[in-house]
């Protein structure tokens, strides 16, 4: 069982940075797949970003890629977003989720374990 928590949602303003963590639970977080996701109002749940448990590799969609990095530190249990370069169609809940079996995956039924979600506000 794994539990996710992310913080570090916010409103600021086009062009911003912000960075988002996700905290994990559990002794096997180095052994899972980590990816972030999105959901903005009347939309679908939007692949953003997805890391190998190792680190070693990572995928962005072509949305993000240049502006939005996943990283991960295992030793602290976490998996972060770091966002640059915000823009208003960037707004939407983030949420991070965990996939058994350490290999990426795009599609959200792929993954195991999900957290609460945290509100990226950016305004014009």
């Known amino acids: 069982q794994v539990q996710l928590v992310e913080s570090g949602g916010g409103l600021v303003q086009a062009g911003d940075s912000l960075r988002l963590s996700c905290a994990a639970s559990?002794?096997?977080?180095?052994?899972?797949?980590m990816g972030w996701f999105r959901q903005a109002p009347g939309k679908e749940r939007e692949f953003v970003a997805a890391?190998?448990?190792?680190?070693?590799?990572?995928y962005h969609s072509d949305s993000v890629k240049g502006r939005l990095t996943i990283s991960r530190d295992n030793a602290k249990n976490s998996v972060y977003l770091q966002m640059n370069s915000l823009k208003p169609e960037d707004t939407a809940v983030y949420y991070c989720?965990?996939?058994?079996?350490?290999?990426?995956?795009?599609?959200?039924?792929?993954?195991?374990?999900w957290g609460q979600g945290t509100q990226v506000t950016v305004s014009s």
């Open positions: 989720a965990a996939r058994g079996g350490g290999a990426v995956a795009t599609a959200p039924d792929r993954y195991d374990y």
């Open positions: 559990g002794r096997t977080f180095s052994t899972y797949a």
């Open positions: 890391i190998k448990w190792s680190g070693a590799y990572s």
